[in-house]
């Protein structure tokens, strides 16, 4: 083994690595305000996932289970991250936990913020094709856009700035106004793919220690979420109080107090 790699007598070991994997609709960026909360030395890497931020978005796809899964897989290969900590919101969860179960030998750990196992439904996804065609895009201005996600779309049930502040971030300007960094069809295509099924199948093949964490006020209630950890073989169980879906964005001191211990559990020798 070449001198100065891990490996290497009297060499530092390489800080263990983190993946991040934002929901559906959000990028890398989003999970800033709680990531630079952690302590200890982890190795952080965010990803824009396809169709998502930065990333490419081909008119063609694929946008199935099988692609987000097999990118975070390279990712975490090619950027030397494995074993690797898994830490995912919504779709992102998923994807962790899908990734988890089919390569156990790339994680090491993994976090689960505020994404069902139950299937949704078909009405869930008209609904989610209802919503979209009620954006009233292009925005006129950034304000414009804080303006309708925080208060102004009918999904609001009381003024949310945060919500506002966390659609801003995937904006981009355009000669007729702000429209969004993704494509509304390409994210609706994306959540075709799990939405229908059930995941407790994937869940129950997790082996590696996971964190199931939840807002009080998210989308997973917490009976499902304390089924989940009775399902997964080394579940762990913590909420977020006040905390709504965007939990990591919206309330990242909470979030980084109830992951950090997980963390240093996990990624300590």
């Not at 396809?50 to 975070?72: C, L, M, N, Q």
């Not at 750990?109 to 196992?117: F, K, P, S, T, Y």
């Not at 009080?216 to 080394?234: S, T």
Request: glycine residues 10%.
């Amino acid at each position: 083994m070449p001198p100065g790699t891990a490996g290497a007598p009297g060499a530092q070991a390489p800080a263990p690595g983190v993946l991040l994997l934002h929901g559906l609709m959000g990028h890398a960026g989003h999970w800033a305000p709680a990531v630079r909360r952690l302590t200890g030395g982890h190795r952080i890497v965010a990803l824009d996932q396809r169709g998502h931020g930065a990333s490419e978005k081909p008119a063609a796809g694929p946008f199935t289970r099988e692609a987000y899964v097999a990118d975070a897989a390279a990712v975490v290969e090619q950027l030397g991250l494995g074993p690797v900590t898994l830490v995912g919101h919504s779709m992102g969860a998923l994807t962790a936990w899908q990734l988890a179960a089919e390569r156990p030998d790339l994680v090491r750990a993994l976090v689960i913020c505020d994404m069902r196992a139950s299937a949704l439904g078909a009405a869930s996804q008209r609904a989610w094709q209802d919503w979209f065609r009620g954006w009233p895009a292009p925005f006129p201005s950034l304000e414009a856009v804080h303006r309708w996600f925080g208060d102004e779309d009918p999904w609001v049930e009381s003024p949310n700035p945060a919500r506002g502040a966390f659609f801003a971030e995937v904006m981009a300007e355009h000669p007729d106004g702000w429209r969004p960094v993704f494509d509304p069809e390409q994210m609706l295509t994306s959540r075709e793919t799990w939405v229908h099924d059930a995941h407790w199948d994937s869940l129950a093949q997790v082996r590696c220690p996971t964190l199931v964490v939840r807002g009080l006020d998210g989308e997973l209630g917490r009976a499902e979420a304390q089924e989940m950890v009775r399902v997964l073989p080394h579940g762990a169980y913590a909420e977020i109080p006040d905390a709504g879906h965007l939990l990591h964005y919206t309330h990242p001191e909470a979030w980084s107090e109830a992951v950090e211990p997980f963390l240093n559990g996990v990624l300590t020798p």
